[in-house]
Nanobody, 118 residues
């Protein structure tokens, strides 16, 4: 059973930083594409950043240069370093795993709330 557990959310002032973590279990973490998504109130869930098993990264335009996604395969943990936070970054942040075997499916964590005050 695949489980993803996020942590690190909280309240921060604009311009501040936070680091989110996602502890993964029940999957071959090193071979799995992982991602961070977010959903703000009244909006659809959107991709924030993604990292492949080979550590290639993709970022939403809105976070490029401010956020960094990384992974530690020895700890089965995904990270999102968020700097220069803005009020519009306020959202619930979700960890995502793209499982391809035996069938393609996505697994989500429970989410962690990030609130950026102005």
């Amino acid at each position: 059973q695949v489980q993803l557990v996020e942590s690190g959310g909280g309240l921060v002032q604009a311009g501040g930083s936070l680091r989110l973590s996602c502890a993964a279990s029940g999957l071959i973490f090193s071979m799995t594409t992982m991602g961070w998504y977010r959903q703000a109130p009244g909006k659809q869930r959107e991709l924030v950043a993604r990292i492949t098993s080979g550590s290639s990264t993709t970022y939403a335009d809105s976070v490029k240069g401010r956020f960094t996604i990384s992974r530690d395969n020895t700890k089965n943990t995904l990270y999102l370093q968020m700097n220069s936070l803005k009020p519009e970054d306020t959202a619930v942040y979700y960890c995502n795993a793209l499982i391809v075997l035996p069938t393609r499916r996505e697994v989500w964590g429970q989410g962690t709330l990030v609130t950026v005050s102005s």
